[in-house]
């Protein structure tokens, strides 16, 4: 099993900066992938970005050149820095943790609204 406690979220004005962060426990050591979905209401979930063990990260096409994902294997973390965000990125987002034997775990989620 494997915990995941997402912090982060809330609302901001259309061209501004948040932050997410994820911190993982339990068995952390079988961790592969560690990244960030989103799910807008009436909308799939949809990949914002995740990170492979072995260090290849993967972009949403949405947001490439704004977000950017960063990954600490020593404290067990994953963050999101979100920049320009649109209102089009208004979600809830979700920490996921893929392990080396394909068990997914997810967050409980953060709402991130971007609005005027």
């Known amino acids: 099993q494997v915990q995941l406690v997402e912090s982060g979220g809330g609302l901001v004005e259309p061209g501004g900066s948040l932050r997410l962060s994820c911190a993982a426990s339990?068995?952390?050591?079988?961790?592969?992938?560690m990244g960030w979905h989103r799910q807008a209401p009436g909308m799939e979930r949809e990949l914002v970005a995740e990170?492979?063990?072995?260090?290849?990260?993967t972009y949403g096409d949405s947001v490439k050149g704004r977000f950017t994902i960063s990954r600490d294997n020593s404290n067990h973390t994953v963050s999101l820095q979100m920049n320009s965000l649109k209102p089009e990125d208004t979600a809830v987002y979700y920490c996921?943790?893929?392990?080396?034997?394909?068990?997914?775990?997810w967050g409980q989620g953060t709402q991130v609204t971007v609005s005027s």
């Open positions: 339990g068995n952390i050591f079988m961790m592969n992938i």
């Open positions: 996921n943790v893929g392990l080396l034997s394909g068990t997914g775990f």
């Open positions: 990170t492979a063990h072995g260090g290849r990260i």
